[in-house]
């Protein structure tokens, strides 16, 4: 096998790890949605401006967006959740679909979700491997689905939070959420919180066995890196938080006093910089 042979079957088998993801994580949050009554569809959630039945809406868009479809015309008021042009994008697919009946929008996910995964089980080695735009950048279109099933289970998540109906937990989509945030968190402590070098910050994060995980990032000329092995220096800081606290946490669903305030962080060592890092953790915004 050639070099590019190998890169292409590595790129195949994670854009089908992120294939089974998106058909777990986009069939759990429509068990979640199944059988909800209109004021349950208007809930809102954590993801600012959105109700439960908005992110079922913000899915379908960006998959159909992902097909070739243009955006739908819609010039209403953004609201003063939409930051960028980038969210006002979004808001479209979202606010054309707010006059319909929630059944129906969940319908209309069932159809486009299954579209979009009878297109990725076709997809050959080098279709996986090509490389094209995607929000973290130009990258393989494997790479492009791993983002894509983060964002998905992170709404199947702010749904099910409004809702009171958790789940989604333990499985393929969990872990590449979390790792998701995980990789984040060099960039929050080294940058955005400026731990000073020298520092080392642990994170404890609780759950089921799948999605539990303990990492330290040490602090050297201003970046934050994993320690390697062997380096057993002791935290200047431990921060102790659920799975869903970490994730809430990484996506701005709640801000780091909000979430010291409600005891959901436990800290120990260096209590400022705690505050430092919590109050940086948003990396999505």
Request: aromatic fraction near 8%; include cysteine; hydrophobic fraction near 45%.
């Amino acid at each position: 096998m050639d070099d590019n042979e190998a890169g292409q079957a590595q790129w195949t088998e994670r854009g089908q790890a992120a294939a089974a993801a998106l058909a777990e994580t986009w069939g759990s949050l429509a068990e979640s949605c199944h059988a909800l009554v209109t004021r349950e569809w208007e809930l809102p959630t954590e993801c600012p401006g959105w109700s439960v039945q908005d992110q079922l809406s913000h899915l379908i868009g960006v998959e159909q967006m992902v097909m070739g479809q243009p955006p739908p015309a819609w010039d209403g008021p953004p609201g003063e959740h939409v930051k960028n042009d980038f969210a006002a994008l979004n808001e479209k697919w979202v606010a054309v679909r707010r006059h319909r009946e929630g059944d129906a929008v969940l319908a209309e996910f069932n159809d486009v979700t299954g579209a979009r995964l009878a297109q990725l089980a076709a997809l050959s080695p080098d279709a996986w491997a090509a490389v094209g735009p995607s929000p973290v950048g130009e990258v393989p279109y494997a790479r492009f689905m791993e983002t894509r099933v983060f964002d998905s289970w992170v709404h199947e998540q702010d749904a099910r939070r409004a809702l009171d109906r958790p789940g989604g937990w333990g499985g393929l989509a969990s872990g590449f959420g979390l790792g998701q945030v995980e990789a984040a968190m060099g960039f929050v402590v080294g940058k955005k919180a400026a731990a000073p070098d020298g520092s080392v910050v642990r994170f404890d994060v609780s759950g089921v066995p799948r999605d539990a995980r303990c990492f330290s990032l040490g602090v050297t000329a201003g970046r934050a890196a994993p320690l390697r092995d062997g380096d057993d220096r002791s935290p200047t800081v431990s921060l102790s938080l659920s799975g869903a606290d970490f994730v809430r946490l990484g996506c701005g669903r709640v801000t780091g006093p909000e979430a010291l305030a409600a005891t959901a962080v436990g800290v120990r060592g260096d209590a400022e910089l705690a505050e430092r890092i919590l109050g940086a953790m948003n990396f999505m915004f």
